[in-house]
């Protein structure tokens, strides 16, 4: 049952362009998002938040967009960095309980 | 931010034996998570833990595995016998309630031979 979909596996981004990571789901009852980045044999490392009641949410150079009629979310990097080379991860959750996480999306940032 | 570790980082155990997988919170934490994540595959729920009780479970947390917080701060992890496919990352999780986000520790590379 994959509540949470990323379903590209896989992103290349020059230094300094956008990175845009993309993130479905299809429980409306969702009302808390999460992406997480995470390193080869690291745990997951939380990276920005946002809850149904927003519709963006911005740290720093890392934006996260929720659409919730079309339950969709992105994360946005800007400008991206050789360092944000990582595997991300969407995650929801309804109501504080378990999270949910996407399949991740390995972003490659190339100098 | 809240600091989590988990010991052991690796642990090779052959099938059939008992493992238990720790997680030490830094700082004193109600909600607690074990996540596991084979390789290749995305991070899968296991279970809940609140105030000394399973909150919520997901089906791969079968009669095998089991959760305690023996002396009020280690959170562990058993599973009384391990299969090949018990092999995975596992990762605990600490709520932040404040933020409503949760904190994961480093992982434990669990390899079932």
């Known amino acids: 049952d994959q509540q949470v979909k990323q379903n590209s596996p896989s992103l290349s981004v020059q230094e300094g362009r956008i990175s845009i990571l993309n993130c479905d789901y299809t429980?409306?009852?969702?009302?808390?998002f999460l992406w997480y980045k995470k390193y080869p044999a690291e745990g997951p490392t939380f990276l920005i938040s946002?809850?149904?009641?927003?519709d963006k949410n911005e740290d720093g150079r890392f934006t996260v967009f929720l659409n919730k009629s079309a339950k969709h979310l992105s994360l946005h990097i800007v400008p991206s960095q050789p360092g944000d080379s990582a595997v991300y991860f969407c995650?929801?959750?309804?109501?504080?309980?378990?999270?949910?996480f996407g399949t991740g999306t390995s972003l490659t940032v190339i100098p | 931010e809240p600091e989590v570790t988990q010991t052991p980082s690796h642990q090779v155990t052959q099938m059939g034996q008992e493992v238990i997988l720790r997680c030490v919170p830094i700082?004193?934490?109600?909600?607690f998570y074990w996540y596991r994540q084979i390789l290749g595959q995305k991070v899968e729920f296991l279970v809940s833990?609140?105030?000394?009780?399973?909150?919520?479970k997901s089906e791969i947390f079968d009669d095998q595995f089991s959760v305690e917080r023996p002396d009020g701060s280690n959170f562990t992890l058993k599973i009384r016998s391990t299969k090949l496919e018990d092999s995975a990352m596992y990762f605990c999780?600490?709520?932040?309630?404040?933020?409503?986000?949760?904190?994961f520790g480093p992982g434990t590379r669990l390899t079932v031979l």
């Open positions: 995650a929801a959750s309804a109501f504080g309980n378990q999270f949910y």
């Open positions: 429980n409306s009852m969702f009302d808390y």
């Open positions: 946002i809850s149904s009641i927003k």
């Open positions: 700082s004193n934490h109600l909600y």
């Open positions: 833990f609140y105030n000394n009780e399973i909150s919520e």
């Open positions: 999780a600490i709520l932040f309630v404040t933020l409503n986000t949760q904190y």
